[in-house]
């Protein structure tokens, strides 16, 4: 017999905000698409999606977002529909929540919330449950308001002496403050940890490369294909949290360590971003960034756009040329007429800097993609020539483990000659190891 609870039955509202509403500020995206999306992330959490709706807006009303009578349309299709829940898709003022639970008797959240409980569900590891409970906890805070009645009781006090005591909100807000000061500091030693991860990767010569994109553009998929891994891989938002960090052989010899981390969206909650720093400082610490994106997908440039602000935000400038390569995945959807301009926006670009189209799916196009991720971490590196006595195999096998041998040859006289390409810095400390008459620039 099963006795798992049905799913809950929700409806999802997008209010769309007209230009005068927006003060002259397009949307980057369509309605369709914005609804779309919505429905994908209630879906993400198994929601019952039984209605959704948009919702134009000339003006937002600071007691219910919406106005009146909408509200009461709204009400109707809820109590129809027999509706538990209500997913809008913009950021609620507590005032506004509550009001509209009033009004609908049904819970009500937000697109923070929503996300926010995402997160929640998709945290495998103590980091990501760290990262993500100090979000929701930041959340609360802001969501505490005299307005509730559990909040209002008195607590503490005797007769005349204790006075009236620590109101039960006040008691909600300092128990919410310790425990957030708890947490930051689990993740500052978090932090600590992963700079020692770091520092000890650089001791190694395995340059970093991180995946970035929107949710659902293909970033674990192509980790995967490139890996040979098997991270979790849907065609679901959000459906990998934690990062994951695996060895890549770049094809000639040049090995990297491949961080997949997690995908981004529009209007991504301040609170995730600031929580989740520890984690996306891997893509902070990154020799090559590649920006992941789902081009078949019709909003595409709305979410690469989105990508570049988070990116922006941290730090990172999105621009070709520098850390970040356009990585053009999902090819194998394209028609092949669509597929043909794709190809040509792309052979237009500046050779270096991407795009790259791929279908991580099928794995064509990733081959190109590793050889423009192997000329950019090398682009500042030297050649060397070294020669070496054909019984020292020792050295030779330390040379393949600090740099990319290019080419091995044994010459007349039985020695041994290594072409070599090293980052600048260890010029010196191969001389050191072999002597500096056996080493010499190319």
Known sequence: MDRRAPPTRCAVITPILSKRATRGVPERRGPDARLEEAVGLAAAIDLQVVYSGIVPLS?????????????????????????????????????????????????????????????????????????????HLNYQRSRLVRSWTHLERQRGGFGFLGGPGETQIEADRRLIGERIVRIEKELEQVKRTRGLHRKSRKKVPYPVVALVGYTNAGKSTLFNRLTRAEVMAKDLLFATLDPTLR?????????????????????????LVAAFRATLEEVLEADVILHVRDISHPDTDA????????????????QPGGRVIEVWNKIDRLSPEAREQTQNRASRADVGDGPVPVSALTGEGTDNLLALVERRITADRVTVAVTLPPEDGEGLGWLYRHGEVLERSIGDDGQVHVALRIPPDRAGLIARRFGARRVHPM
């Open 303 to 318: 979410q690469g756009a989105d990508v570049d602000d988070v990116l922006t935000d941290l730090g990172v400038d999105p």
């Open 247 to 271: 060895a890549v052989a770049l094809p000639h010899g040049t090995r990297i360590i491949l961080s997949d981390t997690v995908g981004f969206i529009s209007e991504l909650p301040t609170q």
């Open 59 to 135: 003006e937002i009303r600071p007691a219910t977002y919406l106005g009146t009578g909408k509200v009461e349309e709204l009400a109707g299709i809820v109590k129809a529909e027999e509706v538990d829940l209500v997913f809008f898709d913009a950021a609620l003022s507590p005032v506004q929540q509550r009001n509209l639970e009033k009004a609908w008797s049904a819970k009500v959240v937000d697109r923070t919330a929503l996300i926010l409980e995402i997160f929640g569900t998709r945290a495998r590891t103590k980091e990501g449950a760290l990262q993500v409970e100090l979000a």
